[in-house]
């Protein structure tokens, strides 16, 4: 088992699972009560590292930069859920030690104290001119810290959807018009004249005779060509706007008792 002062400077650092995966990192560490010996990593894990869980420091040990554990990061994820405010009760310790397959052996009584111990036994340190210690841990000076949980709060990206183009080919009827020409026979008669006299009775006088015009006519011819009409593409545009967070967080708040005279 690593030392009490190696481990208290493990605060911050990152914590791995067995197959080297990140489960998260060390924001705290509890003591023993009787022994003062590190018993309990307190790890953030989620997403903003607002979740806590405890995992054992019986079996840590530091190498390669990060704190490993012989524990997988779902089943650090699904420890019980125990409050982190400093202490773990009999029952959350209990709890915590049946989840990892750890033998909790130790003998309390019903106030959380050790066995045979009193209330009268943990007000110690008080000296002769009434000055009280600090009983919360062995390296404290006489005043308190008082903390708050501030929401941290960020985005991340996640896929909501899919656009895509797809051109396909349809069939319409298109109906248009063009002008067309065809040629008709017309008869036309003229009286013999001085002036058509000489073409007119050029030839026998009665004869049979034969004359072939050829007509021609237009119809209309289709052909059809591919003509460029536009290009079609995607773009994308951002859109900002608010989203509202709410969570619950946690404040400490420090009040004064004691005896009359006491100023407060």
């Given at each position: 088992m690593p030392t009490t002062e190696e481990v208290t400077r493990w605060r911050g650092q990152d914590?791995?699972?067995?197959?080297g995966g990140k489960i998260g990192k060390i924001s705290?560490?509890?003591l023993d009560a009787d022994t003062d010996r590190p018993e309990w990593l307190a790890v953030t894990t989620g997403m903003f590292g607002t979740n806590v869980s405890f995992v054992p420091t019986a079996e840590a040990d530091e190498h390669d930069g990060h704190i490993h554990v012989p524990y997988s990061k779902d089943q650090v994820k699904d420890a019980p859920n125990a409050e982190a405010d400093g202490a773990l009760s009999q029952e959350e310790e209990a709890r915590l030690y049946r989840h990892y397959g750890l033998e909790y052996g130790?003998?309390?009584?019903?106030s959380g104290l050790a066995e045979g111990t009193t209330d009268t036994d943990r007000e110690r340190d008080v000296n002769v001119t009434g000055d009280v210690g600090d009983t919360s841990g062995p390296d404290t000076d006489?005043?308190?810290?008082?903390s708050e949980e501030e929401l941290a709060v960020g985005t991340t990206r996640r896929e909501t959807g899919r656009a895509r183009l797809r051109k396909h080919v349809?069939?319409?009827n298109v109906q248009t018009t063009v002008p067309v020409q065809r040629e008709e026979v017309r008869i036309e008669r003229e009286p013999i004249t001085d002036a058509n006299a000489g073409d007119a009775l050029d030839g026998p006088e009665i004869s049979e005779e034969e004359h072939e015009v050829t007509l021609h006519a237009e119809e209309p011819v289709v052909e059809k060509r591919v003509v460029p009409q536009e290009r079609v593409s995607l773009q994308?545009?951002?859109h900002t706007e608010d989203a509202t967070v709410q969570d619950e967080v946690r404040k400490e708040r420090i009040e004064t008792d004691g005896d009359e005279g006491t100023r407060r």
């Open positions: 914590v791995v699972d067995s197959d705290d560490v509890y130790e003998d309390r009584s019903d006489k005043a308190m810290t008082r349809v069939t319409e994308k545009d951002t």
